[in-house]
Every structure is written in C-alpha cells, then in structure tokens.
C-alpha cells in the first residue's frame, strides 16, 4: 500500500509539504535503480509535473543525476527519455552502516595483521548473516532461491531485486551499506560473492558493484545444476584493486 501525501498534486506546495514526497522520489530511485519520471509518475502516483519538479531539486542538491537511458533491442524513433540516477552523495542521505572509522579500523587492521586478517574479518563478518539467509533458503526450490535471497537481502536494506538473463538470473542490489569501505577494501565483496555461492550452491560471478562506481551491484547466477559446496572454487572476482 502506498501513502499519499498532501501537495502532490503539481501544486507548489511548502517546502515542509514537498520533503516526504521528495524523499519517495529518491528512495524509489535507490531501489528500483535509473529511473524516468514517466515510470516514476506512475510508481508513486503523482502527477509527471510533480515529479519533474521533485527531480529538479534532487539533481540541484546533488542527491541525483541524468543520464542517458541505454537500448536494449529495436531503437524506437526520438531521443529516448532521460533516466535518473542517485549518486554517492545521494546514498549517503540514507543510511551507512560504516564511515570514516571503519575505514580506519580495516587500514589498520591490514598494516598490522596483513591483508589475509582484513579477508578473515571481511568473511567473518558475514556469518550471522549466513545463518539467518540458511534457513529462509533450505526448503525453497533451487529455482527459488535468487529471489528468496534478494527478499532477505532487501529486509537487511540492500534494495535487491532478481531478473531473469539468457543465461541464469542477475541479482541486483541497489543500495550497499558499505560501499565507500568496500570501495578500499574489496575483501567485503570477495567475501559477499563468496556467501552468495554457498547459499544457492552455484559458482556465481559478480558483475559489477556499487563500490567500483557502479550504479547497482549485479551477481550472475548460472541455470546450471547445483553443485556440491565441496567443489565449488573460491571466488575469483575481478573485482579486486591492485595497489597504485
């Protein structure tokens, strides 16, 4: 059920009236990931002058931006309608999980223990989480199990979401409490990528993060048959830095 609020209607409205509706622009946008005001017109029931004029002050501010809305198939006559994206400063309007002291606390945690202690805590740091995601996936069918996972994750507020590829599903997650850590320190994703592979019993592969600039964090998940945890390889995620 969605709630409405009052001045939503193209009205100029108060600045005190237009914050909560502001705020369901960008949260809808975090979750849901690039976004045109048509689609958001619809999603949030508001009129698309209203919502033109929540985007405006959201690109103003920074918490967004536009982009160019990419393809896919046929291209239809026109210029395709722009897309808006949120983009670091505007995640860090919602809730991070670290700041600045983790990022210190990892940093000296890898000049005084190495880089094998940073991946030991990185993995470490999963395990209740492991715990919780084993049970909710135990009885569901393996062709199930991507969306019960991105489920758990979004009520963990990861915003993920599961869709359907040629070759397996891709696994998105459109917000990450660590981002600006695992963006210094990728052992985080490593160890992420490595937990996703032992829940679903598939060697996934991690496409793109939100550490790495990306707009979503996307993981493949193969239609192949699942494997025993035994035989599945530790990640080999591109994703890691080699240091400048």
Partial sequence: MEIRFAGVDG????????LPTRDQVARRILEHGPSTAVELAEHLDLTPAAVRRHLDHLVGDGTIEPRDQRIRGARRRGRPAKVFAIT???RDEFDQAYDDLAVQALRFLAVHGGEEAVT???RRRLDEQEGRYSSLLADAPVQE????LAAALTGDGYAASVRQAPSGD??????CPVAHVAAEFPQLCEAETELFSRLLGRPVQRLATI???DGVCTTHVPHHRVMPLSV???STSPLRRTPS
Avoid: E, K, L
């Fill in 11 to 18: 009205s100029a409205g108060t600045r005190a009236q237009d």
């Fill in 88 to 90: 670091d400063r505007g």
């Fill in 211 to 213: 550490a790495h600039g």
């Fill in 232 to 234: 599945i390889p530790p």
């Fill in 145 to 148: 199990r991507a969306q019960v």
């Fill in 170 to 175: 891709q696994m998105c997650q459109h917000h």
């Fill in 120 to 122: 030991a805590f990185a």
